[in-house]
T-cell receptor, first 118, second 110 residues
């Protein structure tokens, strides 16, 4: 089954304790992205990657790191989590973001990771 | 700042009615537009996309695009309680970045 898998789905942690949220896709997609979703603010992009070893900042990158060493994996790292990073996080992927074929730009989302930082 | 605007709702319609969800975007260079449905606590899932002016129909769903007015809408015919969800509009801007609106919550009353 074509899918984007995120782990953990739920996590409660404390301020300053490093954590990693993993994301893996099995569709050979070039493009991967992380979003956070907060009430009233919609989906905001944290980081994205256009291909292996190519990553770039989205709209809200502060406090986050990413890496793209393999095409299928795109982990999100919180080096020193703070309470304002409490949110619902989604990983997503698409074949490519730069196609004039809109269908190639359709995002497939993971199930989400609900993170609480105390 | 490029934006996609949606009324947060909730939009309440009776079962069987047509639900009309609207979205405006600020980047005139935007080419493609997407509607995602998101049930509470779940991930967004694509309903349909549109990139040409006019209407695009898929079952009970019709997307409408008016690039001159920078306006996108989604019509849901014969609304069902199972359509109750938040609907996210997204625009792919001139740099191919996908920008999401904050979503409209739809409530279909039995």
């Amino acid at each position: 089954e074509a899918q984007v898998t995120q782990n953990p789905r739920y996590l409660i942690t404390v301020t300053g304790k490093k954590l990693t949220v993993t994301c893996s896709q099995n569709m050979n997609h070039e493009y991967m992205s992380w979003y956070r979703q907060d009430p009233g603010l919609g989906l905001r992009q944290i980081y994205y990657s256009m291909n292996v070893e190519v990553t770039d900042k989205g709209d809200v990158p502060e406090g986050y790191k990413v890496s793209r060493k393999e095409k299928r994996n795109f982990p999100l790292i919180l080096e020193s989590p703070s309470p304002n990073q409490t949110s619902l996080y989604f990983c997503a992927s698409s074949p490519t973001p730069f196609s004039t074929d809109a269908g190639a730009n359709v995002l497939t989302f993971g199930a989400g990771s609900r993170l609480t930082v105390l | 700042q490029k934006e996609v605007e949606q009324n947060s709702g909730p939009l309440s319609v009776p079962e069987g009615a047509i639900a009309s969800l609207n979205c405006t975007y600020s980047d005139r260079g935007s080419q493609s537009f997407f509607w995602y449905r998101q049930y509470s606590g779940k991930s967004p899932e694509l309903i349909m996309f549109i990139y040409s002016n006019g209407d695009k129909e898929d079952g009970r769903f019709t997307a409408q695009l008016n690039k001159a007015s920078q306006y996108v809408s989604l019509l849901i015919r014969d609304s069902q309680p199972s359509d109750s969800a938040t609907y996210l509009c997204a625009a792919q801007d001139s740099s191919y970045k996908l920008i999401f609106g904050s979503g409209t919550r739809l409530l279909v009353r039995p």
